[in-house]
T-cell receptor, first 111, second 114 residues
Framework: TQLLEQSPQFLSIQEGENLTVYCNSS?????LQWYRQEPGEGPVLLVT?????EVKKLKRLTFQFGDARKDSSLHITAAQPGDTGLYLC???????????FGTGTRLQVTL | DVKVTQSSRYLVKRTGEKVFLECVQD?????MFWYRQDPGLGLRLIYF???????EKGDIPEGYSVSREKKERFSLILESASTNQTSMYLC?????????????FGPGTRLTVL
């Protein structure tokens, strides 16, 4: 069974700070997605990366897929309260469309 | 706008009861999924379906079954609920049968088994 470990599990920061969330595995994935889940809602897709070393930016969020396609990171610059939520990475590559989700990182950004 | 709905936001059942969780999507997606979400464990796949009347086991199918009689509806069944099935249950659907496609999630059903 493929596993995706995320770190840290919890993160509480103040508005304006920068942070990085990590998603690590011993397995190789053909693709990696990041989702954000807000309280009372289902996860919503933020980004998909498919190439080792790929970097994608979404406003203040920067996503990177590791060269060996075993890990990924999410960096948020100048965090805002609207960034609060549960961040989940998800690796693909086994049975078509089946994803392995990470353990999750809960982020709280306060004023 | 894409929409996945789940029949209940909160559900409380007793041990041994049969429980039905319903999921409906309005996007004409062929692929549908059921996950359970527990703190520190992320989302774990219970069952998925690529077509009507078709089902495949996910990573944790024990104690669960599913039904897909219509394309838009995917039901999760707990034949005899147990306390260790207390969890948040999330349904999702995708258009394409690839791991790079977007999974659209419903809002979840928080099930408590007493």
């Amino acid at each position: 069974t493929q596993l995706l470990e995320q770190s840290p599990q919890f993160l509480s920061i103040q508005e304006g700070e920068n942070l990085t969330v990590y998603c690590n595995s011993s397995s190789v994935f053909s693709s990696l997605q990041w989702y954000r889940q807000e309280p009372g809602e289902g996860p919503v897709l933020l980004v998909t990366v498919v190439t080792g070393g790929e970097v994608k930016k979404l406003k203040r969020l920067t996503f990177q897929f590791g060269d060996a396609r075993k890990d990924s990171s999410l960096h948020i610059t100048a965090a805002q309260p609207g960034d609060t939520g549960l961040y989940l990475c998800a690796g693909g590559g086994g049975t078509a469309s089946k994803l392995t989700f990470g353990t999750g990182t809960r982020l709280q950004v306060t004023l | 706008d894409v929409k996945v709905t789940q029949s209940s936001r909160y559900l409380v059942k007793r041990t041994g009861e049969k429980v039905f969780l319903e999921c409906v999507q309005d996007m004409d997606h062929e692929n549908m999924f059921w996950y359970r979400q527990d703190p520190g464990l992320g989302l774990r796949l219970i069952y998925f379906s690529y077509d009507v009347k078709m089902k495949e086991k996910g990573d944790i199918p024990e104690g669960y079954s599913v039904s897909r009689e219509k394309k838009e509806r995917f039901s999760l069944i707990l034949e005899s609920a147990s306390t260790n099935q207390t969890s948040m249950y999330l349904c999702a659907s995708t258009e394409e049968r690839t791991s790079t496609d977007t999974q659209y999630f419903g809002p979840g059903t928080r099930l408590t088994v007493l």
